[in-house]
């Protein structure tokens, strides 16, 4: 069932990262709602949920046409899982340990990704993007994932209270 409710959020969130928040940027950046999403439920579930969520959304991100086809799918599936083997380390996933993971996780994502992408082909100056886009990207990633772990939170709570009825 969880399965089921997961893809139903990438979808939304997919959505309202290419429309609504779209129209949200500050300075210059939108949130990467997916990446908060994977970070959210890797904390939550573990490594298998964080990284099986981590390719979905990353499928979903290379269908919706964001870079290369492949490179989100990969970088997504792999932080999904790296976070998931640290959420048995806390008894209580609280918002500043998400807003931690997600800043951590955003900002190694849009690293890896604009070297591999933008930087390894001579097309960009590194220092720039990190000022300009990676740390304002991941901070707004970071404050957003704060919220997710909030529906994440709310979403476990019914649907694991009606399993047990």
Not at 76 to 89: C, D, E, P, R, V
Request: with cysteine; proline share 1%; net charge positive.
């Amino acid at each position: 069932m969880s399965g089921v409710i997961y893809t139903i959020l990438t979808v939304i969130f997919c959505a309202l990262q290419t429309t609504v928040f779209e129209h949200l940027k500050l300075f210059g950046t939108r949130p990467n709602l997916l990446i908060a999403l994977v970070v959210c439920v890797a904390l939550a579930h573990g490594a298998l949920a964080g990284g099986a969520v981590g390719l979905l959304c990353g499928v979903v991100s290379d269908i919706m046409g964001c870079g290369v086809f492949g490179i989100n799918s990969l970088l997504m599936m792999y932080l999904g899982a790296g976070i998931g083997f640290f959420s048995s380390s806390f008894y209580r996933i609280r918002s500043i340990v998400v807003f931690i993971f997600a800043f951590a996780a955003s900002f190694t994502y849009k690293i890896i990704y604009y070297f591999l992408v933008f930087y390894i082909w001579g097309k960009g100056a590194m220092l720039f993007a990190v000022v300009n886009e990676v740390l304002p990207g991941s901070l707004y990633t970071a404050i957003a994932s704060v919220f997710i772990i909030k529906i994440i939170q709310f979403v476990n709570g019914r649907f694991s209270a009606r399993a047990e009825v």
